[in-house]
């Protein structure tokens, strides 16, 4: 990080603490271990994009420790399926297990033939809800905790960073359709060739086409010509 770069975050400290809190670096910080509260408004009264160029340097120092205390037995490519043999001297049983292409798993009981699913009872936080399942999916949850700050500086897998774009912008684009308001809207359509109008429409609803096809043939658009 450059000299003076440092000197700015240095003279930022010297500045009352509640006039720079940044409240996002700030919750992120609580739950921390060790950290006082004093040591966390130092750091939150830093600007976030100094304190990311420190971060930034800082990282090699720790990368090599966190990627040393994932202890996986077997990494699960997605799309593919990985057959688990428990260690037996009676009879070969086990699990197939296959990451799916929405994150979501797919676990089948295998019994001496690895690839038919066998009957089994599954069992749902103590409570059995099928005496003879052959496969159970478990769905993946891309929301992210109450307790973290969506919109905070943080590294999040691909599918949790967009599901937070999309959950804010969803909520952004309904609330201006409804007023009529289709700017916002068909910017975001024309990234995948669509076209919004609430015109003559009734409330809450709002008429979409596929601009590469045109909008010809629809009787509701029409109607609005007319």
């Known amino acids: 990080m450059a000299k003076g770069r440092i000197q700015d975050a240095i003279k930022e400290v010297a500045i009352p603490i509640e006039e720079r809190r940044f409240t996002n670096v700030h919750n992120r910080m609580k739950g921390i271990k060790g950290l006082k509260r004093k040591e966390r408004d130092l750091i939150a009264s830093i600007d976030p994009d100094i304190l990311g160029e420190v971060l930034k340097a800082l990282n090699p120092l720790f990368k090599e420790e966190i990627e040393e205390n994932i202890d996986a037995d077997l990494m699960l490519p997605r799309g593919e399926q990985k057959i688990l043999q428990a260690v037996s001297d009676k009879v070969d049983r086990g699990l197939r297990v296959k990451l799916l292409e929405d994150g979501g798993y797919d676990v089948a009981y295998w019994f001496k033939d690895p690839s038919k699913p066998y ?43 967009v599901a937070t774009m999309l959950k804010d912008i969803q909520t952004k684009l309904e609330k201006e359709l409804k007023k009529g308001q289709t700017e916002t809207a068909n910017n975001v359509g024309r990234l995948v060739g669509l076209k919004v109008t609430t015109k003559g429409q009734k409330k809450n609803k709002a008429f979409m086409y596929d601009v590469t096809k045109g909008h010809r043939g629809s009787f509701k658009w029409k109607h609005l010509k007319k």
Do not use: T, Y
């Open 119 to 161: 009957p089994v009872e599954v069992l749902v936080d103590g409570e059995s809800v099928k005496k003879d399942a052959k496969i159970v999916e478990l769905k993946f949850h891309p929301e992210i905790p109450e307790d973290i700050d969506e919109r905070a500086a943080v590294v999040m897998d691909i599918r949790n960073i």
